[in-house]
Every structure is written in C-alpha cells, then in structure tokens.
C-alpha cells in the first residue's frame, strides 16, 4: 500500500509541475536565479543518485563492487560520445562481466 | 529560440486537433518539408533509443519488489525516466514512501522550465495542452527545441512523445515480466541501469564549472550523509549542493568584480535583459 502511495505522489506531482511550466506566464518563473537553481538542481541530484546506486549497499552502507566497474565503463563511454542506449549497455555488461569474473 | 513563432497557414486547424497530428497540410515548400522529415528522424532516433531502456526500468521495478501493475502504472502515469529510477530505487532502500516521492518529484521539477521554454515554441491551445503536458520531459524537449522552426518543433515534439511514450510502457511490461524470468537481476547487471541512466542524463549537463562543482559537492554530501540519515533523505540532502554553489560563486563574483564574473559566470545560451553584464553581481 505504501508502494501504492508513492506512486500516486509521484505521479501527481510529476505531473502537475509539467502542466504549471506549460501554463505558468514566462516571466513568473524566468528570473535568473530561479533559473539558475534550476540548471543546477537535476545535476545535483542526478549526480547524487548516480552515486548513491553505484556504491548504495543495505541501509547505511557504501560499498565498491561490480556496479562500480560498469560505471567507469559507461563513463568512458559517454566521454567517446556514445549515444544513450550504447552507454546503458556498456554499464550492464560491464557489471554483469565484472560480476561473473571476479565478484 | 524564437519568441514569437509565425503562424502558418495550419492556424486555422480545429483547435481540438492534437498538436502533433500535423500530417493533414501538404507541405508548402522543400525547406519546410526537409525541416519535418529531420524533426521526424530526430523524434524516432531518440525515441527508440530511449524507449528501449524502458527494459531496465522494468526489470529495476520488479527487482525492487514492484509488482507489474505498479511498474506499468509509474512509466504510463509519472513517465519522466529520471524520477521513475529515482523512486524505484529508494523504495528498494526502505526509505518511507513520503521521501522517496519527494526525491522523484525535485527531479522532476526541471520539466516545468522545459515547458516554459516549449510553450512559447508550440502553441498548445488550451484542450491540448493537459494532454501535451504529460510529454514534457527530456527527450521531447531537447528534439522540439534543436529544430529548425515552431512547425518542425511541434514535429518533431509529437514524433518523440509517441514513440517514446508507447515503446517506454512497453518495454516496461517485458521487463517486469521478464524479470522473473532473468532470475536475479544482479547476475546480468541490470542493478547497473539506473545510475548509468543517471550518469547518462548528467553528462551533458557537465559543461560549466558551476555545473561540476555542484555535482562534486552533491555527491560528497550525499556520500557523508548515508550512515546518519533514513534511505532517501541523503539525496534530498544532497539537492542543497546547488543553492550553496550559488551563494559561493556569488560571493566570490562579487569580491573579484565585475570583470571575473564575467569570465566565469553567466551561461552563454541566456541572454537575460536586463542583468546583462553585471551576471553575478547583479543578484
């Protein structure tokens, strides 16, 4: 049920703040330091979940394992300009061999 | 970008048609046609490239104790992949579902500035534009905003919405009911997808020094608030990275002046009346 909740709240609110940039006036939101925040806001949490995931293990842990290997894979791989699907799949198989060869 | 696209001809559709069903008007001229036919390829390249890591989301979901249902209802309800990974993953680290939705929803605040700067460019009229707005992530926005006028945008927007939309639920469904099937997702690597879907998104975000500052800080806050804080609240924490590299780099333009602030300061892609070249200071 709880799963059921953060859906819905996801969901919702996800949804809502797309409709308020489509219908919101331009000026309300294009001040420059709201504009600001917002380029600097997904890359802070984007770079945050990228490594909380990798390194993330149970409640309270960091740990370095394969995740980490498919990672720098895929960080090599978005530096060769690879494009989006090429750069999952490079992380997957790069995890999955370091995985099988080694832990 | 322009701020006042023309109207074309197709201005007098019925306005309940959707934007993106622009098929009905023969072209007018060659330019406009080979603009439609780039804003369509752009529009399918990305949406099949992105619609198919609709797969790892699924088998993410189910991974992390999601049934199908729950996984096919956050790609066709929430669909901003970012936020989708975001709450998965800390619903799969026990965090409680209040922060867990928060963390998705801060990511997903970044669409409403893609809208802000769609509207304009597509003209949605009122009857569409709820339904529009579902589309507004990522993958449509930067394909509407590379083409050439308001008519390939509205293409090129549509294009990427539909495919994306429909091969993102999709795959979805075949990971979630695939996953049983792979047995532990772990072995194949697919615990891998989401950060590398992360990693993926904030790559080209990484162009200035503001921008790799912030996400250097946001991770070491993140990293050193992992063994104090519940699951989930560590990225929130984490978000503060970007109002702090703010005040800082404030801070410093003032001090340097006018003439580093210059230099290091505003970003070349927005020329803001008004703050013109006083950037920094100016706050």
């Given at each position: 049920m709880t799963v059921w909740l953060a859906i819905g709240l996801t969901a919702a609110g996800c949804y809502l703040v797309k409709l308020l940039g489509l219908s919101v006036p331009a000026e309300m939101l294009e001040k420059p330091l709201v504009r600001r925040l917002a380029v600097l806001l997904p890359v802070a949490l984007l770079a945050a979940l990228t490594a909380l995931q990798t390194f993330g293990g149970g409640t309270g842990e960091l740990t370095v394992d394969a995740r980490a290997v498919g990672l720098a894979a895929a960080a090599v791989a978005l530096l060769l300009r690879a494009p989006f699907l090429l750069v999952i799949a490079v992380a997957v198989v790069g995890t999955a061999a370091a995985r099988a060869f080694g832990g | 970008m322009p701020t006042a696209p023309r109207r074309g001809p197709r201005a007098a559709t019925d306005p309940r048609h959707p934007p993106f069903a622009t098929d009905g008007a023969p072209p007018a001229e060659p330019a406009r046609s080979e603009a439609r036919r780039t804003a369509v390829r752009d529009g399918l390249g990305v949406g099949v490239a992105v619609g198919l890591s609709g797969f790892a989301f699924g088998v993410t979901a189910a991974g992390a104790g999601l049934s199908v249902l729950q996984a096919c209802a956050l790609s066709l309800l929430v669909f901003t992949g970012a936020s989708q990974f975001a709450l998965v993953g800390a619903l799969a680290a026990g965090g409680n579902p209040f922060t867990a939705a928060a963390g998705a929803f801060f990511l997903g605040a970044r669409n409403a500035f893609y809208g802000l700067r769609l509207a304009g460019l597509l003209r949605l009229r009122g009857g569409v534009r709820p339904l529009a707005a579902h589309w507004v992530i990522d993958e449509t926005s930067a394909v509407a905003l590379a083409q050439a006028d308001p008519r390939a945008a509205r293409t090129g927007f549509a294009v990427t919405g539909v495919t994306l939309y429909v091969l993102w639920n999709l795959t979805t469904l075949l990971g979630a009911l695939g996953a049983g099937a792979l047995g532990d997702p772990r072995a194949w690597g697919l615990d891998a997808a989401g950060p590398a879907v992360f990693l993926a998104l904030l790559a080209p975000m990484l162009d200035g020094v503001r921008e790799r500052a912030t996400a250097m800080l946001a991770v070491l806050l993140a990293v050193a608030c992992v063994p104090f804080?519940?699951?989930?609240v560590p990225v929130l924490a984490a978000a503060a990275a970007a109002p702090l590299v703010l005040l800082v780099s404030g801070f410093r333009a003032r001090r340097a002046g006018a003439a580093t602030a210059e230099q290091e300061g505003p970003e070349p892609e927005s020329p803001e009346a008004g703050s013109g070249s006083r950037g920094e200071a100016g706050r």
């Amino acid at each position: 049920m709880t799963v059921w909740l953060a859906i819905g709240l996801t969901a919702a609110g996800c949804y809502l703040v797309k409709l308020l940039g489509l219908s919101v006036p331009a000026e309300m939101l294009e001040k420059p330091l709201v504009r600001r925040l917002a380029v600097l806001l997904p890359v802070a949490l984007l770079a945050a979940l990228t490594a909380l995931q990798t390194f993330g293990g149970g409640t309270g842990e960091l740990t370095v394992d394969a995740r980490a290997v498919g990672l720098a894979a895929a960080a090599v791989a978005l530096l060769l300009r690879a494009p989006f699907l090429l750069v999952i799949a490079v992380a997957v198989v790069g995890t999955a061999a370091a995985r099988a060869f080694g832990g | 970008m322009p701020t006042a696209p023309r109207r074309g001809p197709r201005a007098a559709t019925d306005p309940r048609h959707p934007p993106f069903a622009t098929d009905g008007a023969p072209p007018a001229e060659p330019a406009r046609s080979e603009a439609r036919r780039t804003a369509v390829r752009d529009g399918l390249g990305v949406g099949v490239a992105v619609g198919l890591s609709g797969f790892a989301f699924g088998v993410t979901a189910a991974g992390a104790g999601l049934s199908v249902l729950q996984a096919c209802a956050l790609s066709l309800l929430v669909f901003t992949g970012a936020s989708q990974f975001a709450l998965v993953g800390a619903l799969a680290a026990g965090g409680n579902p209040f922060t867990a939705a928060a963390g998705a929803f801060f990511l997903g605040a970044r669409n409403a500035f893609y809208g802000l700067r769609l509207a304009g460019l597509l003209r949605l009229r009122g009857g569409v534009r709820p339904l529009a707005a579902h589309w507004v992530i990522d993958e449509t926005s930067a394909v509407a905003l590379a083409q050439a006028d308001p008519r390939a945008a509205r293409t090129g927007f549509a294009v990427t919405g539909v495919t994306l939309y429909v091969l993102w639920n999709l795959t979805t469904l075949l990971g979630a009911l695939g996953a049983g099937a792979l047995g532990d997702p772990r072995a194949w690597g697919l615990d891998a997808a989401g950060p590398a879907v992360f990693l993926a998104l904030l790559a080209p975000m990484l162009d200035g020094v503001r921008e790799r500052a912030t996400a250097m800080l946001a991770v070491l806050l993140a990293v050193a608030c992992v063994p104090f804080l519940p699951a989930g609240v560590p990225v929130l924490a984490a978000a503060a990275a970007a109002p702090l590299v703010l005040l800082v780099s404030g801070f410093r333009a003032r001090r340097a002046g006018a003439a580093t602030a210059e230099q290091e300061g505003p970003e070349p892609e927005s020329p803001e009346a008004g703050s013109g070249s006083r950037g920094e200071a100016g706050r």
